[in-house]
């Protein structure tokens, strides 16, 4: 209790904070992949057009994905 005003105080506790969550790796924009394997062995596929490591020849179906998982479809 405070001598001067009687209103009860007490320390500010620190909160823990709350761990992060689990996000795509963070890549500078100066990122160059020479292939897909290259870019699916740095585990950043696929990748959305506009992030790091995005280019043209990697999209192949110029879609804004590149280095994504294709199914062959069955015969």
């Not at 904070?17 to 500078?28: D, G, T």
């Amino acid at each position: 209790m405070h001598k001067e005003t009687g209103a009860l105080h007490c320390p500010k506790r620190e909160e823990a904070e709350a761990p992060a969550p689990q996000a795509r790796p963070i890549r500078s924009r100066e990122v160059y992949y020479r292939g897909c394997r290259e870019a699916r062995a740095a585990g950043v596929t696929p990748i959305r057009r506009g992030e790091p490591g995005y280019r043209e020849g990697l999209d192949g179906d110029n879609d804004g994905w590149a280095c994504e998982r294709y199914t062959r479809p069955r015969r």
